[in-house]
């Protein structure tokens, strides 16, 4: 709860018109960390002592310099690819602005019987990270021609099925074929024909051609993996395409693409941070991979997941306590503590634990957890009296 607040409101205040103020620089960056220390610190409920780092990976919260910087980039790549100084190939998302009147929507119904006149089957598909797209032209039940072509490897299969149907309708026009069915498995395709908001101007450049084309296009769906001849030509032809040496038709990084590769260079820089961080060593041994989903919010055991706590080894770093255990035996470090103190023997034993069980493991099952939490607890208790 505290995290989606932390998120919703705080760092979007504090990142808000972060691309016209953010230089990144030291002070800058330790200023914003320092600033945001504390949501961090509320989400996990850890001890203060705790380091930036461990308190950001226990909590899922990417330091905020991060993605400062990330947000930044992206403004600027994506600004570009606005404005095409980046871009090359088609973009796919280029959007248009039709004035109220001019919209229409193109319908479509169910496919069920190969016409006796022309039928052209649309199809895309993604092999090994490899596009491919084809049309196929029949004439009743016989085949007359097709055509395949591969897509630069960026592309989605929807841009595939989008553009599969675009060359169909190209090639439609070309012949003067006078009545058409245009089939497809492709119900996002359809969807996007359909709809009346649709701004991009690849996908209404399909719906003017089709609206006004003095022929007659019938739009159909047809169930994929099913059978149906033509779909099934139509199929293998598009992954046929993708053996291709060369591409046929390279569209531009689309805008999702941008946004996903800063997310994970963003992320990925994290990590590297978090690897080479001298802080946080303890969180580390349990949290070796950073993690924007991950919320370790539990008061107890997160003195185990930090070794800030209630342990003598912490204790005696911060409070100038002894470092001995209270059970007067060993030193009041984690592993002890948990793992061997007889002061909690009898219910360690009630666990059952198999003799050299690490702690990282022992730490996801949830019996024991409920032993740390008790026996953390009982610490407290002792340290307070
Ligand atoms: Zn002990």
């Known amino acids: 709860m505290v995290k989606e607040v932390y998120q919703a409101i705080l760092e979007r205040i504090i990142l808000y018109g972060v691309e016209l103020w953010y230089r990144n620089g ?23 002592t705790t380091s930036n780092e461990a308190l950001q990976v226990l909590s899922g919260c990417i330091p905020i310099d991060l993605k400062a910087q990330m947000l930044c980039e992206l403004d600027l790549k994506l600004r570009g690819v606005s404005d095409g100084s ?43 990270g490899r596009i491919g797209g084809a049309y196929v032209i029949y004439y009743g039940n016989d085949e007359i021609d097709f055509s395949l072509f591969r897509l630069s490897d960026n592309s989605s299969v929807f841009m595939a099925e989008a553009f599969a149907i675009s060359k169909a309708v190209d090639e439609i026009i070309f012949r003067k074929m006078e009545y058409v069915d245009l089939i497809t498995d492709s119900r996002s395709t359809l969807m996007s024909l359909h709809s009346l908001k649709e701004k991009r101007r690849f996908i209404n450049n399909i719906k003017r051609k089709i609206a006004n084309y003095n022929g007659r296009i019938n739009l159909k769906w047809v169930k994929a993996h099913e059978g149906t001849m033509g779909n099934e030509r139509a199929d293998f032809l598009a992954k046929s395409a993708i053996d291709k040496e060369e591409i046929d038709i390279c569209f531009g990084e689309t805008k999702s693409e941008i946004k996903l590769l800063a997310k994970n260079k963003m992320i990925q820089c994290w990590q590297d941070r978090w690897n080479s961080s001298k802080k946080g060593k303890v969180t580390r041994s349990f949290f070796s991979k950073v993690c924007l989903n991950r919320v370790k919010g539990d008061f107890y055991l997160n003195q185990i997941f930090t070794g800030h706590g209630i342990f003598r080894t912490h204790q005696s770093r911060f409070f100038n306590k002894s470092i001995g255990c209270q059970c007067g035996r060993g030193v009041g470090d984690i592993t002890h503590v948990l793992l061997f103190c007889h002061l909690w023997k009898d219910k360690r034993d009630k666990l059952n634990i198999k003799a050299g069980t690490s702690l990282k493991y022992l730490m996801r099952w949830e019996k024991f957890q409920v032993f740390c939490r008790f026996v953390i607890q009982s610490l407290l208790n002792l340290e307070l009296n």
């Open 86 to 128: 980046v871009s090359s190939g088609i973009d796919f998302e280029l959007e248009e602005k039709i004035i109220p009147w001019e919209v229409f929507r193109i319908n479509w119904s169910l496919y069920k019987n190969m016409c006796s006149f022309f039928s052209v089957f649309t199809d895309g598909s993604r092999m090994n």
């Open 26 to 48: 030291i002070k800058m960056n330790m200023k914003l960390l320092q600033i945001l220390r504390y949501p961090p610190l509320s989400i996990t409920k850890a001890y203060r």
